[in-house]
C-alpha cells in the first residue's frame, strides 16, 4: 500500500491512515527529520489516549535542535513528555543530538501482532508530511521487516538522542540568525586605511603571504571545527543540558605539525594565553581573532609554539559570517548545510591566507 495525499490515489491521506492506526494501537514509534506546531498539537489528544490505556508513545525528531521549531511547538512538546514519562517512563520525546538524522518511520504495534504494521517514506511529522504536500510512504507488515524497523528506532534512540528535558533550547531559526547577526555588527568595525604596510585593499592583496591556515572538514567532516552545528552542543556540566551550536560557529584547529606552523610559529608567542590580533577583509571590515591552546590535561603549562592551536574569531561567529557567507555566494554551499572536501574544491580554495598589515592586523582573505 501507498500512501501518497493524493485523493484516492492509490489508497488514502497520510493524515488519514496515521489517525486510524493509532486508534487502536498499544505502542507508537516514531522517527522523523522534522515537527510541525499544527501536526504535533493536534495529535497530542490521540497520543494521550493511548498513553493511557497502558500503551507506550516514543517520538524521535532528527532535525530539530539545528534548524529550530516554533516556541508553540516545543512549549507542547515539553507539555506532552512531561505527561508521557509520569505513565510510562519509557515513553517521551527524544531530540537527535550527533547528527541530524532525516528519515520518517511510524510503527503501530497492537495487542494482535497480526496487525502491527509501519510506514517508511518521506512524511515528516508536520502539515506537509500530513496533507499539504505530495509524498511517498510505504506501509509495511511484514514481520521480519517490522522487526528490522524496530531494531533501527532503538539504535538511533540509544546511540542518537536525548530526552527534551536534557535540551536547553532549540536550534537556531532563519529569524533568529538574522537577529543575531545584527546584534554581532556591533563587534565589526570599519578599518581606516591606510595601514603601516599598505595603502588599500588593493595592495594589502600584493603583500607577502605571513601565514596560511589548511581549512580541514576532517574525515568525520559532519562534526568538524567547521560544522560544529552538527555536534551535540555545549553541555552543562551542573544540568547536564545541551545547548546547540549556531550554523555560524565554527573554529579551525591548525596540528602541531601541520606544514603551516613553519611561518605561524614566527608569529605565534611562547605563552600560554591566547594571541589576540585583529583581521581586515576585503570589505574593510575589521574584527578581533586569536588563537587559542589546545591541551589535553589541566595544568599542562606548553606554549602555543608547542601545541595544536585552534583558530577562531573572539565573537564566534564572525569567522563564521567571513568563510559561510563566501561559500554560500558563491552557490557552492546553502544556509544550514555541512561544509565537505567537495565543497572547497568546488569554491577552489581549501586555505585562509594572512598578510601582515603591521600593528597587529593582517588582511585575511578565502
Not at 1 to 7: G, H, P, R
Not at 207 to 225: H, I, M, T
Not at 229 to 249: C, D, I, L, Q, V
Request: hydrophobic share 35%.
Amino acid at each position: 500500500m501507498l500512501l501518497t495525499n493524493y485523493d484516492n490515489y492509490p489508497q488514502e491521506q497520510f493524515s488519514s491512515f496515521f489517525k486510524e492506526a493509532i486508534e487502536h494501537a498499544n505502542s507508537l514509534r516514531v522517527a522523523s527529520g522534522y515537527v510541525g506546531e499544527d501536526v504535533f498539537i493536534s495529535q497530542v489528544p490521540l497520543m494521550k489516549k493511548l498513553i493511557e490505556r497502558g500503551g507506550i508513545v516514543q517520538l524521535i525528531f532528527g532535525i530539530s535542535l539545528w534548524d529550530g521549531v516554533t516556541e508553540k511547538c516545543e512549549k507542547a512538546m515539553r507539555e506532552f513528555h512531561d505527561f508521557a514519562v509520569k505513565h510510562n517512563t519509557d515513553s517521551g520525546v527524544f531530540v537527535v543530538n550527533t547528527r541530524r538524522y532525516h528519515g520518517k518511520v511510524y510503527n503501530f504495534g497492537y495487542t494482535d501482532p497480526q496487525k502491527n504494521k509501519a510506514t517508511v517514506g518521506s512524511s515528516n511529522f508536520s502539515p506537509t508530511g500530513f496533507g499539504t504536500w505530495r509524498e511517498t510512504n510505504i506501509v509495511i507488515s511484514d514481520p521480519d521487516k517490522l522487526s528490522e524497523l524496530n531494531r533501527f528506532f532503538y539504535r538511533l534512540k540509544d546511540n542518537d538522542t536525548v530526552p527534551i528535558t536534557l535540551i536547553g533550547g532549540f536550534g537556531s531559526n532563519k529569524k533568529l540568525r538574522l537577529t543575531l547577526r545584527q546584534k554581532d555588527q556591533e563587534f565589526i568595525s570599519e578599518f581606516s586605511w591606510p595601514a603601516a604596510n599598505a595603502k588599500n585593499v588593493e595592495e594589502a592583496k600584493t603583500l607577502p603571504v605571513a601565514f596560511s591556515l589548511p581549512l580541514r572538514p576532517g574525515q568525520d567532516f559532519e562534526k568538524s571545527s567547521l560544522n560544529l552545528f552538527n555536534g551535540p552542543g555545549r553541555k552543562n556540566s551542573e544540568t547536564g543540558k545541551y545547548t546547540p551550536r549556531g550554523w555560524y560557529e565554527i573554529e579551525n584547529t591548525v596540528k602541531k605539525d601541520d606544514p603551516c606552523r613553519l611561518d605561524l610559529n614566527s608569529y605565534l608567542p611562547p605563552t600560554m594565553d591566547p594571541w589576540r590580533f585583529k583581521v581586515v577583509t576585503e570589505k574593510s571590515e575589521v574584527f578581533e581573532v586569536n588563537f587559542n591552546r589546545k591541551y589535553g590535561e589541566k595544568g599542562d603549562t606548553r606554549t602555543l609554539k608547542e601545541l595544536g592551536v585552534d583558530f577562531q574569531s573572539s565573537k564566534r561567529r564572525l569567522l563564521g559570517y567571513f568563510i559561510k557567507d563566501q561559500l554560500v555566494n558563491a552557490g557552492v554551499l546553502d544556509i544550514g548545510e555541512t561544509i565537505t572536501k567537495d565543497t572547497l574544491d568546488e569554491y577552489g580554495n581549501n586555505e585562509l591566507i594572512f598578510k601582515d598589515l603591521g600593528n597587529n592586523h593582517f588582511y585575511m582573505m578565502f
